[in-house]
Nanobody, 117 residues
């Protein structure tokens, strides 16, 4: 059974940086597209970033473009979200999702990111 575990969240001041990790077990990570979403209190879960199976063509929400970088290391079965120049409005629970189009979609449990002003 494929499982995801996110880590790397925490409390940071505005302008700071965090790197989130998403580690996959029980499956072949390289077969999956990887995405990050976030959900702020009282709001819908929003798309943040996506990367293909071959670590190419990263795609970002406009709100994070130029500040966040998505990447993956298939050999380590781990994906990353490097977040720089963080703003209070980036405060949310961040979720990793992996999927094989037309078949499997799996979510992680989420990790809290809090940015203080």
């Amino acid at each position: 059974q494929v499982q995801l575990v996110e880590s790397g969240g925490g409390l940071v001041q505005a302008g700071g940086s965090l790197r989130l990790s998403c580690t996959v077990s029980g499956g072949t990570f390289s077969n999956y597209i990887m995405e990050w979403f976030r959900q702020a209190p009282g709001k819908a879960r929003d798309f943040v970033a996506r990367i293909t199976t071959s670590d190419s063509d990263p795609y970002y929400a406009d709100s994070v473009k130029g500040r966040f970088t998505i990447s993956r290391d298939n050999a380590k079965s781990t994906g990353y979200l490097q977040m720089n120049s963080l703003k209070p409005e980036d405060t949310a629970v961040y979720y990793c999702r992996i999927r094989r189009p037309g078949t499997t979609t799996i979510w992680g449990q989420g990790t809290q990111v809090t940015v203080s002003s």
